[in-house]
């Protein structure tokens, strides 16, 4: 069982900065996979960035050089710096945690409650 809540959203203007944080509580020795998707009006949820637990990083085409996913050294606390924001940036921004099950062979997704980002003059 793992809970997620998302903070650190708001409203920017282009060209702006922003920084998500996501704290993660419950069974987190368990999680393999910390991360943030996003969903914008009329757009699926797409893939902002994760971060493997050993460490490996990947972030949505969208995103490369502008943001930067990082985590605390306990692991619990997953955080997402946004630079150099684009009006097409503006979403909902979700934190996302997966969770193992090696016996079934499948990972579980939870998900926090979401942020608005929004990037607008």
């Known amino acids: 069982q793992v809970q997620l809540v998302e903070s650190g959203g708001g409203l920017v203007q282009p060209g702006g900065s922003l920084r998500l944080s996501c704290a993660a509580s419950g069974t987190i020795s368990r999680i393999s996979e910390l991360g943030w998707y996003r969903q914008g009006p009329g757009n699926q949820r797409e893939l902002v960035a994760t971060i493997r637990g050993g460490g490996s990083i990947n972030y949505g085409d969208s995103v490369k050089g502008r943001f930067t996913i990082s985590r605390d050294n306990a692991k619990t606390t997953v955080y997402l710096q946004m630079n150099s924001l684009k009006p097409e940036d503006t979403a909902v921004y979700y934190c996302?945690?997966?969770?193992?099950?090696?016996?079934?062979?499948?990972?579980?997704?939870?998900w926090g409650q979401g942020t608005q980002v929004t990037v607008s003059s």
């Open positions: 996302n945690a997966k969770f193992p099950n090696y016996v079934l062979g499948y990972e579980y997704n939870y």
